[in-house]
């Protein structure tokens, strides 16, 4: 695609600037959902460990409501 467009008066392609604007959309919903799944990664870490240390106190781990 190109910026240039010969139909509109501006000369500026209206798909090829919505296609910019979603490719800017696209990378910030890649770098949110990156840094979620790094979140959720460190979470699931922080149960594990916190589960080993209740098994190893003999602290029974409540069921799930």
Do not use: H
């Amino acid at each position: 695609m190109k910026n240039n467009c010969p139909f509109s008066e501006r000369g500026k392609c209206d798909i090829w600037i919505e296609y910019q604007i979603l490719q800017c959309a696209l990378e910030e919903a890649e770098e949110l959902a990156e840094s979620n799944w790094t979140e959720i990664k460190r979470l699931y870490g922080r149960i594990d460990q916190l589960t080993a240390v209740l098994a190893d106190a003999g602290i029974a781990i409540p069921e799930e409501l």
